[in-house]
């Protein structure tokens, strides 16, 4: 039951926080739209106002960012994987979940692809890829039909 329990917190959070962004992002656009209605100054204005929006549209990139991550962990919950590395499969610890409840990987899968710098998570991608490209064609003509029934797919924790 502890563990349902803490499932329906994070989801909580996420929910609550993911509600906070959208709201935040949806004032961030009001107020650019307000402001780019009413330009006025000289050349000194013009520079702060520019330095001004650079740092809004950065800070919007990060909540957008992080908008789209709490998506993915919400998504994940509904499939039942959440809780889950996507990379090795492996459970994530609570605490990291507690602390960022919208991770996806366990903390030596994030260490590696930082360390690498984002490579695993391509070499993730590339392997799945790799499972349909190494398939061979039982007809050696070019104009084959594709059934997906005819690729092997391993859908297990393992496989993830």
Known sequence: MAKKESLLRLHARLVARRDALRKALAGDMDAYREYA??????????????????ISSQIVEIESRELGQIEHALERIVEGVYGRCEYCGEKIAEARLNALPYTNTCIDCQRENERSGGRLARTVEDNRWAKIYDKPMADSDGDAHVKLSDFEMDLSETGR
């Open 37 to 54: 209605a009413n330009v006025v100054g000289d050349s000194v204005d013009a520079a702060v106002d520019t330095a001004n929006d650079e």
